[in-house]
């Protein structure tokens, strides 16, 4: 049973893994290669009183990390991000744990109007997840991020409160 817990600098190692692996990395923009690079990434969200992150955990192993950031308290609206590293886990239902549970702190603890996120083109097995979620795509980031060595499309999807809601409790 997958379950989350705080993410922690003891996990910063599996997670530069998970960012170097090929198979993991494919549709993830080229940073957090290092231990430097992601202590500092680690150290700026953690300073944060509003970023959420997570790592995921599956029977006992640590298998992912989640984020709830750019949260904008004005306009309340947040992005969110999620990352299963094990690919042995894909497929399990991990990550639609996560993602409502994601969901969940966005509206219910932060009371956000919008969340977004946002997805490589050819991620295929992401997208599928965010529309099952009840996420509609918005539109295309053009070559937004570098992937490799290639300007990469990102696909821009988003829920709004009350389709949450309508989601989470059908009338």
Same mark, same amino acid.
Not at 126 to 142: D, I, M, P
């Given at each position: 049973?997958?379950?989350?817990?705080?993410? @922690?600098?003891?996990?910063?190692?599996? *997670? #530069?893994?998970?960012?170097?692996?090929?198979?993991?990395?494919? =549709? *993830?923009?080229?940073?957090?290669?290092?231990?430097? $690079?992601? %202590?500092?990434?680690? =150290?700026?969200?953690?300073?944060? /009183?509003? #970023?959420?992150?997570?790592?995921? @955990?599956?029977?006992?192993?640590?298998?992912?990390?989640?984020?709830? $950031?750019?949260?904008? !308290? !004005?306009?309340?609206?947040?992005?969110?991000?999620?990352?299963?590293?094990?690919?042995?886990?894909?497929?399990?239902?991990?990550?639609?744990? #996560?993602?409502?549970?994601?969901?969940?702190?966005?509206? %219910? #603890? *932060? =009371?956000? =109007?919008?969340?977004?996120?946002?997805?490589? /083109?050819?991620?295929? &097995?992401?997208?599928?997840?965010?529309?099952?979620?009840?996420?509609?795509?918005?539109?295309?980031?053009?070559?937004?991020?570098?992937?490799?060595?290639?300007? @990469?499309?990102?696909?821009?999807?988003?829920?709004?409160?009350?389709?949450? &809601?309508?989601?989470?409790?059908?009338?």
């Amino acid at each position: 049973m997958a379950s989350l817990r705080n993410l @922690t600098l003891k996990d910063l190692d599996s *997670l #530069v893994r998970w960012r170097n692996d090929p198979s993991v990395n494919r =549709h *993830l923009a080229d940073r957090l290669r290092s231990i430097e $690079e992601a %202590e500092k990434w680690f =150290h700026k969200a953690k300073s944060s /009183r509003t #970023v959420w992150l997570k790592a995921i @955990t599956d029977k006992g192993q640590t298998v992912g990390y989640a984020t709830v $950031e750019s949260v904008d !308290e !004005e306009n309340r609206k947040c992005e969110l991000a999620l990352v299963i590293g094990e690919a042995d886990r894909w497929g399990n239902g991990i990550g639609a744990f #996560v993602l409502n549970k994601m969901l969940e702190y966005a509206f %219910e #603890v *932060l =009371h956000m =109007h919008r969340v977004w996120a946002v997805v490589a /083109r050819g991620n295929e &097995r992401s997208e599928r997840l965010l529309r099952k979620a009840g996420f509609l795509q918005e539109g295309v980031l053009r070559e937004a991020i570098i992937i490799g060595s290639e300007y @990469t499309d990102l696909l821009s999807f988003s829920i709004l409160e009350d389709e949450f &809601r309508t989601r989470k409790n059908p009338s």
